[in-house]
């Protein structure tokens, strides 16, 4: 049976290679994610690697709050022990350096003192030395326009001691660019300046740092690393504890847990941390094979039926000759075994070689990245395509196995007869259908009942509960759905056919052919309808998830864009406290800039807002705060709902209800404010939420009377509704940033139409490469179609032939396998879309949780509609083949021979 096993698939290769196809695109879904998951994890392990430099051990200290805290201080006690040479504690800073160009607020860190433990090495001149000297990355220099040598203004934060009354204070000096370290975009969060140790302790002391992820150690020639390990775990203990007792006093015992370890130990315990987002993306992908996979087992299957179809005379004879239906069913499942391991095989290298090539292009995009020179085959990625994809045709060939064992050895004395019709499912699986789908629409209308948006629910995982109730009972209905199929599709098709029939007989003989077998017509309209059920839930989700979130966005926040000042808007005060004593500035946006923006094609109307510090006090506390002034009717065409701007008056004050709790202000309370010229008015404070656009309103008038020269704080503005709101910002961006202003004057952008385009941005990111992944399981269906009308060829081909000579035309014959496959086609995208409208509203509502009433459900008729005609169309192409087969064929042939 090998033999003749080996022989059946030479000389059905063609029709087999179809199927093997979808086996192969699936299991080379399968490697490319694994091999993706590989590739990262090793990148992120070489990143992690790389910043303990040629360090021998690493100390990290962590309390299960998960602070990690008194390292830097108690890495001297570990410099102690006998066979330490050297440490380094990289401690993170903050420090705003001035260029000739630019500020900017930077991460810095220390530079290792002993060579061996430095992780970024210079690249141009030499290490910091002396208290004056920094080395900046490469990139950072550049954005600064410093050079080597070069003079820059390093800034950094002096923290008053908890119990000081006097306010933090600002050191400022200049060092000299001493040296450059290679651009480094690891993973990690690299530091772009770097300083001396002793400069770093100093300025670490000033802004009371005292924390560290970890430091490392280098030992001395020949010291045993795992041999200190304990020794040096206890001294770090010992001095933490004291270092707790003189900073904690009474605190009672430290429940930290000192650990040390090699680097490569501890890279690869933090690399855990560092994969969740992969570990998702890892899971998406093979979701997605998982879809393939299972329309290539349909596929699988009607090309076995098609296969038996074609030897049904030699399975006969095979039985005449002895064979008995054990082996009649193994040669079938060995050649499902042999295509699913080619295939399977074919699809590993597939998945491997655009691994690999992604590899060396990522290489090429990011040289900085600490990528591996080639892709990690480890068991898993080698053995769970291979698997996947033999236990895949295996459990295909199953029903045509069983199918074959039917064919009675009287078979090969007669002429063959077309197959019988697939009978429809049975009782059991009536019941199995409807219990799936109850189950699953119970688990959708918990996951709608239950799910919740609030922070506190996200905070405690409440949230998270209902989205996977939520995705378990789609999932589960979905089955269902499918495995009853074989009693709702027929009806459907034999509904819509009604329709068909009327316009000409190659329709009505391509209706009454779907409904001839409509087991067979079920499974192939199935392996289609999985994909444009996904297609569709994810389109009409995205789109419903959009509208949604800007209706939400329009109510909490009604002012589509804001151009404002980045400085603080808000400090606490002493109401007694003269106000030139404060040290709250308002920056003004440049009236240069401010009319380029207002010029912009996309938006149609703006307001302007002067701004001006001001004491505001109350009959307990007093704040320092930007106030600006509105003029309500100018704001009134701006915002898309100006209920907030109703209580503004000339007697009134609106602050945001943060403020109003912090300062313990009472809704209705007089409140003095106080302007920089001395003027003061008496105000009633009206509690409003402002939505982040501001901590305290006025009308303009009285904002004139306080600050007459006040400058223009923010800028608002409405975007035109049908404009495009993604190119608007851009716009905005790029006159900002050719202002030239240092990065502490910048005005920055808030408001609606920049939270809708994250969502838009991110929604349609994600949907689109969803539908261009899921649209490999539409192209795997459409092979089955193409199968199923081989099948119909072979199985009416005597009556295809009668047809012939009784008058049906060459063109009648392709357009009725035509209409055949478009009729397939077209249930099943229709179908489809259905269920996937149906699933993404509930999808939607759940993800929105408690503002499901808000729920906006949104169907694009475009996308859709070329969902179904996308279908339709390869409905058609799938039967150019098959229809030639029809048309070529002699009738007078066909009628005497029983082979094609």
Known sequence: MLRYSLATMARSGGRLAAGGVAVAIATAFITIALLGNNVVSRTILNSLSAQYAQADLVVLRQTPQGWIEYLPLSAQAAAQVPGVAANHAPYQLWLELAGPSRRELLSASVMAADPALVSAPLVLGQAPRGDRQIVLAADTADRLSLGLGDTVEVCHAVVAPPQAEQPDQTS?????????????????????????????????????????????LRLAPGADPAALADTVAAAVARAVDQIEADQKPGAGPSDAVITVMTPDQAATQMLDKQLGDQRVLTGLLLAFAAIALLVASLVIANTFQVLIAQRTRQLALLRCVGADPGQVAGSVLLEAGLTGLISSAAGFGLGCAIGQGALALAGRINPQLQLPAGIELTPVTWVAPLLAGLLVTLAAGLAPARLATRVPPVAALGPLQPADPARPGGRGRLIWSVALVLVGAVGLGVALATSQTTPQAASTGRYFAPLLTGLAGAAVFLVGLLLGACFWLPQLVAGLGRGLERTGPGARLAVANTRRNPGRTTATATALL???VLVAAMSTGAASLKRSINGLLDQEMPLDLALMTSSPSFVSSDPDQPIDQFELTVPSIPAGLAQRVAALDGLVASASLPGTAVSLAGASRAAQLVLLGVDPLAAGAVLRDSAMLSGLAGDTVLIAPWLARQQDWQEGERLTVRGTNGDQLELRAQVVSLNGLGTALVSLDNLTQLAPAAPTSQLWFRLADQGDPTATLDDIRRLVDDAGLDSADQPTLDGSAVER???????????????????????????????????????????????????LTRGQARWMLTVEGIFMAAVAAVSGVVVGVGLAWIGVGVILGTARGQTLLTIDPLQLGLTVAGAILAGALASILPGASVARTPPAQALTTDQL
């Open 757 to 807: 385009a994250r969502y838009d941005q991110l929604l349609d990111t994600v949907a689109a490469i969803a539908i261009g992944l899921l649209a490999v399981a539409i192209v795997i269906a459409l092979i089955g179609v193409a199968n199923t009308l081989s099948l119909a060829v072979i199985e009416r081909r005597r009556e295809s032939a009668l047809l012939r000579a009784l008058g």
């Open 172 to 216: 400022c000096q200049d060092f000299q660019v001493s040296g450059l370290t290679a651009t480094d975009q690891s993973l990690t969060g690299p530091a772009s300046v770097f300083l001396s140790p002793a400069v770093g302790a100093a300025i670490a002391a000033d802004e009371r740092v005292q924390d560290a992820p970890w430091f490392s």
């Open 530 to 532: 999985v994909g444009v």
